[in-house]
Each structure stands twice: as structure tokens, then as C-alpha cells.
């Protein structure tokens, strides 16, 4: 039963290969990244020598200027308009000995210059709660309501300012305004956008906590944008409110992009991040908000050397640009077919290399079952969940060895076994988390990540925990349990209970390192293009293949070391259920982490063969 098992996955394997292949190509002919700065940070700068800081941030590598729907706040900050809060108004009437019917609240607006429809738009936006009033022969616009948020409602975007850098030949990305500041009129700025697309203004870059429309527009505002030809941007580590619907109404159309605050880094560390976002997590935008803290010739001389860093340190087949979204990416049916059949007899094996037939049987049947649900009947939570059923189940299949020979040969044979039965598994959470949404991080993605962390390193325990204690598990936890406890077990439980939360707590992005091994990681990068993951090839399979060395002469010894290796195959495991990651970064994080690892372990093997022939015996 095994032989044809292993006969299905291979078939298997090789129908699913062209899917694989496909997601990589569509990641590498997407090499275009684009460098956006937001026009009202870059205002400011305008007052002194508009062409000359316009031409300075071209050449420095800017390509696109974002332009946000403009407000009574954007316009007063602009002078293009003065306010007066109610209050304000009534004593300027007073001694101006005028007789005017004011509302209770309110604002009052007074236009300064035509370059914006001030007046239409604020007819347009408002309604009856308008009113203009002839004050000295100058005509005001009342406004009644809560002032704060009037100032924050969009009136539009300026057309005038857009027409003006197209004319620079900047692209224009268009800001949508967040749904919390919109009212009922606000209709006319969305339909707007509609209007605007030209071959300038190709991309929209929600605002807010709430993308326009939610709760119940969304959709509507997706399609009719996705009609007009735009694609959405999707800002990395933040996602408002409705933004994976707008994301999929406009069939998953998406660029992804990263915000880098100037002012929050020092420029080294902020050209770092700018070039390891483009190069390891598919990013294709980077939104440079610009230093802001000194006088306005320094900010733009420090902004204009980091973005002339970035461009400078980008890997050479990255091209600044216009970013595009990757290309519409679907799975065959030859492949769905492929990973369901090949994914449950994986399960099979690996199951039944741990537990009885029976159990093994139950856990492929379910994979099955999940593959059919989440195809068949597009059922998403049920591909997810096989998913991470298969991420799972192979870090233990592939650490644990069904048998070791003695001496070097045996161990790199079980190493090769492992490594193989590693990239299978993988294949199939590539081929089955598969698609555009996927791949620029729409919705939740891959879950699980922290269970892949710990779920195996656990069953490891429990699997080798036999072989260090000298007794079977059941009689051992009894005894266990009328244990009295005693205050060096409540230490021993805390330091344990520790080092499980450090461990979970460096995983994934969110991870803290010390400034020793961040250094370390950048020289790594600099000298192999991308960095080996450091619990991988310094930790995980060196102990593997050294527990694989020694577990016949010592047991005990040897299944301490297999739980320690256990960390290398589910951190590649990990890795590739990164899918927002290009395939061909994490495929060759992974063969560093392998070839390195191995090396260091040939070295503790010679160590240890050195120390059981002095120290040991």
C-alpha cells in the first residue's frame, strides 16, 4: 500500500507542477515598483521654488503623488479659504454692525481664490444646511452643524492639481476618503473618481479606518471602480474596514504597499526596509511620507537622499515604474484534482507513520473531504483548514525517522528523507492557497501560523518523551499527577512556560531581535541576497542531523536532539505558508537554511565523535 501511495503522489506532484510554476512566473514578470509621496506633505515645500522641488523629486525617483478629496480643512491649510467657527462669526457681525440670522452651530466659509469651485461645492455637499449671505459686499457661506466634522467631509478632488502633475508626467494616485467623514451627498465625490481615470490615474489608496461605502456600499463602489479599470492599493500591516470586499469586487486588482514614515527611522534602516518590502513580501509601492521635523530646504535634502538610497540599493531586476497587479492567477482543474488526491494520501503516510491505521485512515479521509468542500463547493474555510492539517502533519513526518542507520551514511539519507518529504508537503499548500488574493495578502490569508509553531514541536515531545524517561507515557503523567508540587516545579513550570512564549512570541513579523543579531541578519542579506532564517540553520537542523548521528549510541540523547530539529522543518514549513513571500525567495531562504545548516552539522558530528572518543567512553 505504501509503494502505491508514494506512486499517487508522485503522479500527483507532477500535475500540480505547472500551477506551482505558474504563481512564480507571475511573480517574477511583476518587477515594476513605484515611489509615491503624498501632495499635502509636499506642499509646503511648493512656497519657495515649485519647479525646482518638483524636479529634484523626479530625479530622486519619485513617480507618483497620491491627491486627496479636498475639505474645508485642506483648503483653509492651503489658503484658499478662510473659516470662522459660529462663534467667531456672530462678533465679527456685531462689530461690523450687521444683522444677520445665525444658526446655533455651525461654520462659515469665505472663498479666497477660484482655483477650487469652492461654492458649487459646498452647494453640491451640503444641501439647504448652505446658506450665502452678503456681508460688505462679500458673500459668505453658512453652514450649519457640528463644525469639526464639516471640515473633514469631502467637497472633491481638484482637478487643477491633477491636471498639473500629469503635466509633470507624476502619475496621480487618488486617495478615497474614509466613510466615517462622508455624508449623504459624498456620492458625487466617489462617482468622481469614476471620471477621473485616464492613463495618469490608474490606482486608488483607501484613507481612514473605513473604506467608502461601508458597511453596505462597498460592493457597489468596487465594481463600478473595477468598470472604470482601476486597481486598488492594499497598505501592508493595516487594512480598514471593508477593504477585502472592495478588494475582491475588484477582482482582487491589487498592488500591495508599504508606508515608511522617515521621521520613525534612521535613513539606513528606513532604505533597508524599503528594499527588503520590494524584495521579499511582493510589495510594489513604497508611500514615502517625507522628514517633516526641521526647516523645509533640510527635509527635502534628507528625503531626496533616502529616496536616492533606495533606488540605488534596489536589487537591479526590480524597475522603478508604474506598478501593475500581478496577472490573473487561477488553478487548472488537473491541478485541483492534483493536491486534493496527492494531499490526502500525503496525510495518510504521515499520519500512519505516528499512529494506527485506523486514525491515519480517518485523518486522510477528512483531507479528502476538506479538498472536495473547499473546491467543489468553494468553500474558503475548508481549503484553510486542510492547509493546515497538511502544515501540520509534515514537520512531524519529516523529523521524526522511521529508522537511522548507523554512521554518515545513514544520517545523510534520513536528512535527504526529511528534506523531501518537507518540499512535498509544501507543494501542496502552495497549489491549494492559490490565486491572486493569496499572493497580495487580500483578507486573512494562511491561518494558523502560530499552531505550526507549536503543534509539532509538542507532538515531538510527546513522541520521543518515552525514549528519555525510560516508560510509557500514560503510567508516567499518573504518577505525574500525585506529584505534590513543590516550589521548584512552580520555577521550573514558569521558565518552561517562558521560553514557550519567547519562542512563539519571535515568530512571525512581529518578532523582536537584539541589535547583535539584527546586524547579523543584514550581513547575511548583503552577502546571499536574502537572509537564511537563523533558528534554521543554527539551531534546527544542525541538532537534526546530529540527533540523527547519535540517537543509536545514545537515545536519549538522540530524542532530546530530534525535538531541537524539529524547529528547522516546521520554520520551513512556515515560511512557504508566507504566501504574500515570492516562491523563489523562500524557496532559496530554504536551501541556504538546509546547506548551512548542514555544514554546522557535519561540523557538531566531528565534535561530538571527538568528545565520545576523549570525554565520553
Do not use: C
Request: neutral net charge.
Amino acid at each position: 500500500m505504501k509503494k502505491w501511495l508514494l506512486f499517487i503522489i508522485a503522479i500527483s506532484l507532477l500535475l500540480v507542477a505547472p500551477a506551482i510554476g505558474k504563481r512564480h512566473e507571475a511573480e517574477w514578470n511583476n518587477r515594476t515598483y513605484e515611489i509615491i509621496m503624498p501632495y499635502d506633505e509636499v506642499e509646503a515645500w511648493l512656497q519657495e521654488d515649485e519647479e525646482q522641488v518638483w524636479k529634484q523629486l523626479k530625479e530622486a525617483g519619485l513617480t507618483t503623488v497620491s491627491v486627496e478629496a479636498e475639505t474645508l480643512d485642506s483648503l483653509e491649510k492651503s489658503g484658499r479659504v478662510l473659516l470662522f467657527k459660529m462663534g467667531e462669526w456672530k462678533q465679527a457681525l456685531v462689530l461690523a454692525d450687521e444683522h444677520v440670522v445665525t444658526p446655533a452651530r455651525g461654520i462659515v466659509v469665505y472663498p479666497l481664490d477660484d482655483t477650487f469651485p469652492t461654492a458649487t461645492s459646498l452647494q453640491a455637499t451640503f444641501g439647504d444646511d448652505v446658506k450665502a449671505v452678503e456681508v460688505n459686499g462679500k458673500t459668505y457661506y453658512m453652514i450649519e452643524g457640528n463644525a469639526k466634522k464639516i471640515e473633514r467631509v469631502p467637497l472633491g478632488y481638484d482637478e487643477t492639481k491633477i491636471s498639473d502633475l500629469m503635466t509633470r508626467r507624476f502619475m496621480v494616485v487618488l486617495r478615497i476618503p474614509d466613510a466615517r467623514d462622508m455624508n449623504e451627498a459624498s456620492a458625487r465625490v466617489l462617482q468622481q473618481v469614476e471620471t477621473l481615470k485616464n492613463e495618469h490615474i490608474s490606482k486608488l489608496l483607501p484613507t481612514g479606518e473605513e473604506v467608502a461605502g461601508y458597511p453596505s456600499d462597498v460592493e457597489k463602489w468596487g465594481k463600478r471602480w473595477n468598470e472604470a479599470g482601476y486597481a486598488l492599493f492594499s497598505t501592508e500591516f493595516y487594512e480598514a474596514k471593508g477593504l477585502t470586499t472592495l478588494a475582491k469586487a475588484m477582482n482582487v486588482h491589487v498592488v500591495r504597499l508599504h508606508s515608511l514614515n522617515l521621521e520613525q527611522r534612521k535613513p539606513d534602516e528606513a532604505v533597508d526596509v524599503a528594499v527588503r518590502a520590494v524584495k521579499e513580501r511582493n510589495i510594489r509601492a513604497l508611500f514615502i511620507r517625507p522628514y517633516t521635523s526641521l526647516d523645509d530646504q533640510q527635509n527635502i535634502e534628507k528625503t531626496i537622499t533616502v529616496m536616492k538610497q533606495i533606488v540605488q540599493h534596489m536589487p537591479n531586476h526590480y524597475t522603478l515604474g508604474n506598478s501593475e497587479p500581478f496577472a490573473p492567477l487561477e488553478r487548472s482543474y488537473i491541478a485541483t484534482i492534483g493536491f486534493i488526491v496527492g494531499a490526502a494520501a500525503f496525510v495518510f503516510l504521515a499520519v500512519r507513520s505516528l499512529v494506527s491505521p485506523i486514525i491515519a485512515l480517518l485523518a486522510s479521509g477528512g483531507a479528502f473531504v476538506l479538498g472536495i468542500a473547499g473546491t467543489v463547493l468553494a468553500i474558503d474555510f475548508a481549503l484553510k483548514a486542510l492547509a493546515l492539517l497538511v502544515a501540520i502533519v509534515t514537520p512531524i513526518y519529516a523529523a521524526k525517522p522511521s529508522s537511522v542507520r548507523e554512521g554518515w551514511r545513514g544520517t545523510i539519507t534520513a536528512y535527504g528523507r526529511a528534506i523531501a518529504i518537507s518540499f512535498v508537503g509544501i507543494s501542496w499548500i502552495v497549489t491549494m492557497l492559490y490565486g491572486n488574493e493569496y499572493m497580495a495578502y487580500v483578507g486573512e490569508g494562511f491561518r494558523g501560523v502560530k499552531l505550526v509553531y507549536v503543534v509539532p514541536l509538542v507532538a515531538m515531545i510527546l513522541l520521543v518523551l518515552p525514549s528519555i524517561i525510560g516508560q510509557p507515557l500514560i503510567p508516567f503523567f499518573k504518577k505525574l499527577w500525585k506529584q505534590p508540587i513543590t516550589i521548584g516545579h512552580v520555577v521550573l513550570s514558569m521558565f518552561i512556560f517562558a521560553l514557550l512564549a519567547y519562542y512563539v512570541l519571535r515568530s512571525g513579523n512581529t518578532g523582536t531581535a537584539s541589535a547583535l543579531e539584527l546586524a547579523a541578519r543584514q550581513k547575511l542579506e548583503e552577502w546571499l541576497y536574502v537572509r537564511p532564517r537563523t533558528k534554521e540553520f543554527l539551531l534546527g537542523f544542525p541538532a537534526y542531523l546530529l540527533a540523527l548521528f547519535v540517537i543509536n549510541k545514545q537515545k536519549k540523547l538522540g530524542s532530546i536532539l530530534l525535538i531541537v530539529g524539529t524547529i528547522g522543518w516546521l520554520s520551513i514549513i512556515n515560511t512557504f505558508t508566507h504566501l504574500h513571500i515570492p516562491l523563489f525567495i523562500s524557496f532559496i531562504r530554504t536551501i541556504y537554511s538546509l546547506g548551512l545548516g548542514f555544514v554546522i552539522g557535519i561540523v557538531l558530528i566531528y565534535v561530538y565523535e571527538w568528545a565520545w572518543k576523549k570525554v565520553i567512553r
